[in-house]
């Protein structure tokens, strides 16, 4: 079964299409095209495509250092103006299709073939790219998007269960974001997470359905405000804390669990700042309670495990994050009954401890320590 629509951009509309065994159909097609891939892709691509770019998805290939060397590869396979690219990868492969493309004689075609959860859930849709400068985490960027995204759920089941649940983290950002209706629907889809494997959450969760509920809640934010000025900053929730954490962890901890991490703390620092009202509360510890079982779903997992954590470093990244202004922090909090608002708080070391406190807090109760 197979579901698609459409998202309106300033470039004009460009298509999403949900469903199983999509990417076979689509290769048929393309051999003349270029495709950018995850090089741990190489099984799923026939021998007969000649026009391929393999890389390594991690953060120094996402460099603005490596990007003159993805274009050079363009020119050697005598792209043109009239040249389509695929990408098929993760996020990486994504912020790299997407610049490449739109700086390359001035931009030309791509589609998006995203192959993890956090992809199909979110980072898909919006056309947005975002490149690394020296140890600066995505400091370069721009909007450029592709012209069709395929979304083909059988690459769910190659994921680890830690990858998986970071996806659906995303989700669970997006859809509280866009209301309680919207998470409310989140949550049924969800229904059980007390799972122990991959397997197991691919049998209890219908993909799809929740695919589709988070792209249609994000479509909302991007025909909004495409360009990242006020409404869709609200997306932002759970990054300025997850980042930071991602980073104290030397990335050992992958940007979706981050993002959960970054949530649960957004939300006890609102509550410590006496931000929410009861309503708010009861909104936001629905949230949490998601994030807790999931977590506890997780917790023997190595893959989210570090043997020790820089509390220095990772209020360093939290100060030094691209958000925050000269005299305040910046950062997306629950406020009132529960909807999100971007809060401008002071900088002070009372704010700093707050953080550090909180943060030690779900460090601990999510059992990230070995």
């Known amino acids: 079964m197979q579901e698609s629509f459409n998202i309106k951009s300033s470039s004009g509309e460009y298509s999403v299409k949900v469903g199983d065994s999509i ?5 048929e097609l393309q051999y003349d095209n270029l495709f950018i891939i995850d090089k741990n892709l190489k099984s799923y691509i026939p021998e007969s495509l000649e026009k391929i770019i393999y890389i390594d998805a991690n953060e120094e290939n996402k460099s603005l250092e490596k990007i003159p060397h993805y274009i050079n590869e ?12 695929f990408a098929i990868g993760g996020g990486v492969i994504q912020d790299i299709s997407t610049f490449s493309s739109s700086i390359y004689m001035r931009g030309i075609k791509w589609s998006y073939f995203p192959t993890t959860v956090l992809g199909m859930v979110d980072s898909c849709v919006g056309g947005k790219s975002a490149i690394n400068l020296g140890e600066r985490k995505n400091l370069v960027g721009n909007f450029f998007p592709p012209e069709n995204i395929f979304i083909d759920t059988k690459f769910i089941k190659t994921l680890s269960i830690d990858h998986t649940i970071g996806g659906i983290f995303e989700a669970a950002k ?28 691919n049998k209890k969760i219908d993909f799809n359905s929740m695919i589709l509920l988070s792209l ?9 405000d495409e360009f990242d000025q006020k409404e869709r900053l609200l997306l932002n929730f759970g990054h300025t804390f997850g980042h930071a954490f991602e980073s104290a962890t030397e990335y050992k901890v992958s940007h979706g669990i981050s993002v959960g991490f970054g949530m649960a703390v957004a939300i006890e620092v609102s509550k410590q700042l006496k931000l929410l009202n009861d309503s708010g509360k009861d909104f936001s510890n629905k949230l949490t309670s998601f994030l807790d079982d999931s977590f506890n779903t997780m917790q023997d997992l190595n893959d989210i495990k570090i043997k ?19 005299t305040n922090y910046r950062v997306i909090l629950p406020v009132n009954n529960g909807s999100l608002k971007i809060i401008e708080i002071d900088k002070s070391f009372e704010v700093e401890e707050l953080i550090t ?10 059992n990230f320590i070995k």
């Not at 363009?74 to 690219?85: P, V």
């Not at 309680?180 to 494997?197: A, G, H, P, R, Y």
């Not at 406190?357 to 109760?365: E, G, L, M, N």
């Open 23 to 27: 990417l076979e159909s689509i290769l």
């Open 74 to 85: 363009m020119k050697r396979f005598n792209i043109n103006r009239k040249s389509h690219i």
């Open 174 to 201: 997006i859809c509280y974001a866009r209301g309680q209706d919207e998470f409310s629907k989140f949550i049924t889809i969800m229904n059980d997470l007390s799972v122990s494997d991959s397997n197991e959450i």
């Open 216 to 224: 249609k809640s994000k479509k909302w934010f991007i025909e909004t």
């Open 308 to 326: 020790d954590f820089d509390y220095h470093s990772y209020i360093e990244a939290f100060k030094n994050d691209k958000k925050h202004f000269d």
């Open 357 to 366: 406190k909180v943060s030690k807090k779900y460090i601990k109760k999510y």
